[in-house]
């Protein structure tokens, strides 16, 4: 390696640290455990309930809207590994989905995609986009088909109308993906703007002041 080779790379992992390090604020590690338990009892109340969806990302994208994508991917698979612990071990196989979710709406808050609830549907219809991607094979693969939310159900009446496996579990997640990450999108923007400026993180302050 040239050492001009080796000061471009040496420049972009010091960039990758300051991107990093400008996530995790004082108040950012306060708020991380409130987005773990934001997404612990949505995920409680969803499994509890058998609903058709998640409702176990909100708090990461609430932490990705105000910190950062660092910060939320942190979040993220924190919170899927406490509700594996809590009774959900379902939950570990879709570790990288959260993970995912925290770092596509950190990055897209961070390039100013949230400041507005208008501009919030770019968001909402990507994250649908990149969840239904990441889970979809997930299911087919791990679990042909068969989980323990209320997704499984509408699979399951899909394949009964003689669709393949793998084309219901994709229309099934799409479907039930649109409406909680997309819904989740929304509600997280405006858990944020209820939060006095004073107590964000500077992403946050900045992206609501």
């Known amino acids: 390696m040239s050492s001009t080779e080796a000061a471009t790379s040496g420049g972009r992992i010091e960039r990758l640290r300051e991107s990093i ?23 409680f109340i969803a499994s509890t309930l058998k609903l058709p969806l998640f409702l176990d990302n909100i708090g990461t994208m609430l932490i ?6 660092w910060a939320a991917a942190l979040t993220g698979g924190l ?3 406490v509700q594996a612990m809590l009774g959900n071990p379902v939950q570990l196989a879709f570790f990288p989905v959260p993970v995912a979710i925290g770092l596509v709406t ?5 390039r100013g995609w949230f400041d507005n609830a208008k501009k ?6 990507v994250l649908t986009v990149v969840a239904t991607l990441i889970a979809t094979p997930i299911v087919v693969l791990v679990f042909g088909g068969v989980t323990s939310s209320g997704t499984s159900l509408v699979t399951a009446t899909l394949v009964a109308t003689g669709r393949s496996l793998v084309e219901s579990a994709a229309t099934a ?11 989740s ?3 997280a923007y ?11 993180p500077p992403q946050g302050q900045d992206i609501y002041s």
């Not at 950190?106 to 961070?110: M, P, T, V």
């Not at 919030?120 to 219809?125: G, K, Q, S, W």
């Not at 997640?173 to 819904?183: I, P, R």
């Open 64 to 69: 990705g809207i105000l910190a950062g994508p």
């Open 185 to 187: 999108a929304f509600v």
């Open 21 to 43: 390090g400008e996530d995790f604020s004082t108040t950012t590690w306060v708020l991380i455990p409130l987005g773990i338990g934001i997404n612990a009892i949505g995920g």
């Open 190 to 200: 405006f858990i944020g703007k209820s939060v006095p400026t004073r107590y964000l």
């Open 120 to 125: 919030t549907i770019v968001p909402a219809l």
């Open 79 to 81: 919170a899927n590994v």
């Open 106 to 110: 950190g990055f897209l808050a961070r």
């Open 173 to 183: 997640q799409l479907g039930v993906e649109f409406v909680d990450k997309g819904g």
